[in-house]
């Protein structure tokens, strides 16, 4: 075929140009008609989030000084290719692979001296031209237990110490570079999202004041810091200045997100501030501005409720870690309203009243904590908390102590009751960055203990029982009330708030055993109340009016000598249309749902099966997997 005419060439460009330019104006015309007249597709102009997205927004790795120094080989981009699906090879050289690629991950390794073990392997020249830092590289160097036993009890001095040896060195912001560098390596907008992120680690008296810092953007403004550490503060106001400043420099945006209050004795959810003020409306602002979620649940612990708060419910002692903290202080029940995430929220219904702001008003999410790098939140296939337990015949998978390693017996947690970790549930237009951290911001979350179960409510005033039968009803949802973390509007004369529920069960996991509404409210006389209300219920039972319970339990299909159960029990799907019975218009209250899965076998129980080993008396074996919403509040003005 002969070339074109350099003329003809030209001329047809130029029609080409016209007619493109044709198109898009008529295209123009044709969407800017459609905004003024309904449209065939009932999905133009969706503006709803209609995808969930599971992911961990709290794993560590190699460059963690906890994880690294206690044997943890994996790096940034080993946790997020783990997360994605592909096969690894975890710290003690074993095949480990997830069943099913997660949608998202953040890597947060701790700020306090960030990469130092790596930097130790790798003999960083700023890390070995400083005294400290060269000392640390020789005792690792040795390859003995004790050299490295020796070394871990060094850094634990200086980090109780709050004072930084490596003060002054820059492979702390080498090794952040690193880490941003890595996330961004592995980001694919629309398939796998990776959030750049660190932990904060502060621990006044070996109290637990950890927070993971995420941030919505990427590279070009996350490398314009270093992270904050526990060596700059510990007061979590400090934070907040910090991540203030961080927004006003760079046009960024973060949140911080508070973890493991079981373990704070009392000082998460404290009466007062870290500098000993009493709370303020703008501590309460600020707080709710940069911490707008909280992690409920992660292997150190479940914090949702504590049967000592909670009496009247009998499933408030799940997974519970009480005996005390890192430190030498020993856990009191005083301390404990100020420690878990139910009581939390009731509390700020109280500050509200008082201040006009709740400053614990906070949406949930579940993660794992893990520090071996591997999010591995299936039952079946856990890998421990550190990398020295991962899984083995050896009795230090289930004895080691992960708490209280110095304590009496009685102050010790030992490895059995760690637990495989959450997961986060995000509700998001799309799989990006943006998306997953605007979801967060606005509470638009929930937790899950490490299933994926799937969950949405919908409460307003408008809602009647016949919502469960619309194929819309997440459209119907969003135009008549409101989602997860949001706010009901005030009761008009005689109004009532109605809730609508769909909860599907994870499709590779157990079912569904019931769905509750778990609603707290601060009552006429000032007096901060709670009640679990069973909404829905598998297997044909029925609710108990008197009781508001489920008339009976599930049942249990566990087979402990097998490690194994079935779905023979329970349902896939549960749905609820909920009314509050007992709605007071002048009540401050908030609700969220829990749902329950049938009981299913322990990560314990796997061990047992695969290693030929015999649980001792008191080891946990079964457990019942659940997701907590964020809640919906309610304010009479």
């Given at each position: ?321 009480d005996k005390g903290s890192f430190g030498p202080v020993p856990k009191s029940p005083e301390m404990l309203p100020r420690e ?153 004369d005689g109004e009532v708030p109605s809730f609508v529920v769909r909860a599907m069960r994870d499709p590779d996991g157990a ?127």
């Open positions: 075929m002969s070339p074109l005419n350099p003329k003809l060439r030209v001329a047809c460009a130029a029609l080409s140009t016209m007619l493109l330019a044709s198109t898009a104006s008529a295209q123009d015309e044709v969407i800017a008609a459609a905004s003024d007249r309904r449209d065939y597709s009932p999905f133009v102009g969706k503006d709803y989030p209609d995808r969930i997205l599971f992911g961990d927004a709290h794993v560590h790795t190699s460059f963690s000084p906890d994880a690294g120094m206690a044997g943890t080989r994996l790096l940034p981009g080993d946790a997020y290719r783990f997360a994605k699906g592909e096969l690894v090879t975890s710290s003690t050289g074993i095949p480990v692979q997830l069943q099913r690629p997660l949608d998202w991950l953040a890597v947060t390794d701790h700020a306090e001296n960030l990469g130092l073990p790596v930097a130790i392997v790798e003999r960083n020249p700023d890390l070995v031209a400083n005294e400290w830092g060269r000392l640390m590289a020789e005792l690792f160097s040795l390859g003995t237990t004790d050299a490295a036993r020796a070394a871990i009890d060094s850094y634990q001095k200086v980090l109780n110490a709050l004072e930084d040896p490596l003060e002054g060195t820059d492979f702390g912001r080498s090794s952040w570079h690193r880490i941003i560098e890595a996330a961004e390596v592995h980001d694919a907008p629309g398939r796998f999202t990776t959030l750049i992120g660190f932990e904060w680690t502060p621990a006044p008296g070996g109290a637990n004041l950890h927070r993971n810092v995420l941030f919505r953007d990427g590279k070009q403004h996350a490398e314009q810091i270093v992270p904050i550490s526990a060596y700059d503060t510990e007061d979590p106001e400090k934070l907040w200045d910090w991540m203030q400043a961080y927004e006003q420099k760079t046009g960024g945006r973060l949140i911080a997100v508070a973890h493991n209050g079981n373990l704070s004795n009392g000082l998460m959810f404290d009466d007062t501030t870290r500098s000993g003020k009493e709370l303020s409306a703008e501590y309460g602002r600020r707080r709710t501005r940069f911490e707008p979620i909280y992690e409920v649940t992660q292997t150190k612990g479940d914090g949702e409720a504590h049967s000592f708060l909670s009496p009247e419910d009998e499933f408030a002692d799940f997974e519970t870690w878990y995430a139910r009581e939390a929220l009731k509390r700020g219904l109280a500050y509200e009243e008082r201040l006009g702001v709740n400053p614990f008003k906070f949406g949930m999410i579940g993660s794992t904590d893990s520090h071996t790098g591997l999010s591995t939140v299936e039952e079946s296939n856990f890998f421990g908390k550190i990398a020295a337990l991962e899984p083995t015949a050896d009795p230090i998978r289930f004895d080691e102590p992960v708490i209280g390693r110095l304590s009496k017996e009685e102050g010790k947690i030992r490895a059995w009751k760690a637990n495989a970790g959450g997961l986060v549930a995000v509700w998001a237009r799309e799989n990006t960055r943006e998306e997953i951290f605007d979801a967060m911001a606005r509470k638009e979350v929930y937790a899950t203990t490490g299933t994926r179960i799937r969950v949405r409510v919908f409460g307003g005033f408008g809602f009647r029982r016949d919502a469960l039968y619309r194929p819309d009803l997440t459209r119907f949802g969003y135009e008549n009330g409101v989602p997860m973390g949001g706010d009901l509007r005030p009761a008009r079912n569904l055993d019931r769905i509750q509404i778990v609603k707290g409210w601060l009552d006429r006389d000032g007096e901060v109340r709670e009640q679990v209300f069973d909404a829905a219920c598998a297997g044909g039972r029925s609710i108990i009016a008197s009781t508001h319970r489920c008339d009976g339990p599930v049942g249990n299909t566990v087979d402990l000598a097998h490690a194994r159960y079935t779905n023979a029990i329970g349902a896939s799907m549960l749905e609820a249309y909920w009314k509050d019975p007992d709605f007071d218009p002048v009540e401050r209250a908030f609700y969220y749902v829990r749902v329950l899965e049938i009981p299913t076998p322990r990560w314990t129980v796997y061990d047992a099966k695969f290693f030929g080993v015999k649980l001792r008396d008191g080891d946990p074996r079964i457990i019942q997997e659940r997701a907590y919403t964020s809640p919906i509040w309610y304010s009479p003005r």
